[in-house]
């Protein structure tokens, strides 16, 4: 089955880069990222753990834990840090999961259930391991994203998809098409408006159903 949004995601203990963890404990009252990729040493991947590195003050400032997966193993996982920390310029501090079994990427619905390592395997065995899993305080799915191999993750999107994830936990609200931290918000059809005015003040009805006010995370 595969995971919807507002879903419970699935808990799991797992060796990883930086020692064993139980995974909704190690997500504790924070958000959480998981980035999974299909193998260790592959061009892609090792672009996009550079990018996930570099914004290590942006993860903490949003206060979000990120984590990758891979199928390889933890001391593969320790080699390709090496290399990570090379191309990007900065220290990949964030932990890898080892998934040599692929117990994570199926119960994640990255690979079928009947899914196998063959001897010599290639990253294309594990293809569709390349997804972004954003998760709340609660252990719920807010956001999913499944990428193919020749397509970098757009990491501006994913910070942004946080912002908008975090603004509308917090205050109500929805977001429009390319919204970002300072743009209008949209106020969701179920609030009257005798409560958008109590709790946003000004705002400008488009059509009845589409009313829109200034980002409240601005103001705080």
């Given amino acids: 089955m595969s995971l919807r949004i507002n879903q419970t995601v699935p808990d799991f203990e797992a060796e990883t880069s930086e020692g064993p963890i139980k995974f909704h404990?190690?997500?504790?009252?924070?958000?959480?990222?998981?980035?999974?990729?299909?193998?260790?040493?592959?061009?892609?991947?090792?672009?996009?753990?550079?990018?996930?590195?570099?914004?290590?003050?942006?993860?903490?400032?949003?206060?979000?834990?990120?984590?990758?997966?891979?199928?390889?193993?933890v001391e593969d996982h320790k080699k390709w840090k090496a290399d990570i920390e090379t191309f990007g310029g900065a220290k990949a501090g964030f932990p890898i999961i080892a998934d040599e079994g692929l117990e994570v990427s199926k119960a994640y619905d990255m690979l079928p259930a009947d899914a196998y390592l063959p001897d010599g395997r290639t990253p294309n065995d594990t293809a569709t391991v390349r997804s972004v899993y954003i998760i709340g305080p609660d252990k719920q799915l807010k956001l999913s994203m499944t990428y193919p191999m020749n397509v970098g993750r757009n990491f501006a999107e994913i910070l942004r998809a946080v912002d908008a994830l975090q603004a509308a936990a917090k205050h109500g609200i929805a977001m429009p098409a390319n919204w970002e931290q300072g743009r209008d918000v949209v106020i969701p059809a179920t609030v009257s408006d005798a409560d958008a005015k109590a709790k946003f003040g000004e705002f400008?009805?488009?059509f009845p159903y589409l009313r829109m006010t200034k980002d409240p995370s601005s103001a705080a």
Avoid: M, N
């Fill in 25 to 73: 404990d190690w997500i504790g009252d924070s958000w959480a990222i998981l980035f999974s990729h299909p193998k260790d040493f592959t061009p892609v991947c090792t672009t996009e753990f550079g990018a996930v590195a570099q914004l290590a003050d942006e993860w903490e400032k949003r206060g979000v834990k990120v984590i990758g997966i891979s199928v390889d193993g």
């Fill in 204 to 206: 400008t009805t488009h």
